[in-house]
């Protein structure tokens, strides 16, 4: 069974920066993507950044220029950079591994931006 658990989140000002972090049990080499998603208060759940298992990444525009996926083979962790936050970005945001065929989620962590 795979352990999927982020940390990370918490409170920050509007403009301010977080980074999550999203640890994996045993290595990340086996996982097709590594994705960050999202799910505000009311609405579906979003893909927010994806990196592939050959490093390509993927945004969504909303977070284009601002938020950047990245990933430490050797710590089996995979981290979302988030910079110049807006209130907009307050949701709780989700690990999603993909080992094909399945996905592993993580139990999610708590952003909040707001003054």
């Known amino acids: 069974q795979v352990q999927v658990v982020e940390s990370g989140g918490g409170l920050v000002q509007p403009g301010g920066s977080l980074r999550l972090s999203c640890a994996a049990s045993?290595?990340?080499?086996?996982?097709?993507?590594m994705g960050w998603y999202r799910q505000a208060p009311g609405k579906q759940r979003e893909l927010v950044a994806v990196i592939t298992s050959g490093g390509i990444t993927n945004y969504a525009d909303s977070v284009k220029g601002r938020f950047t996926i990245s990933r430490d083979n050797a710590k089996n962790t995979v981290y979302l950079q988030m910079n110049s936050l807006k209130p907009e970005d307050t949701a709780v945001y989700y690990c999603?591994?993909?080992?094909?065929?399945?996905?592993?989620w993580g139990q999610g962590t708590q952003v909040t931006v707001s003054s």
């Open positions: 045993g290595s990340i080499f086996r996982f097709n993507a």
């Open positions: 999603k591994l993909r080992w094909n065929p399945n996905d592993y």
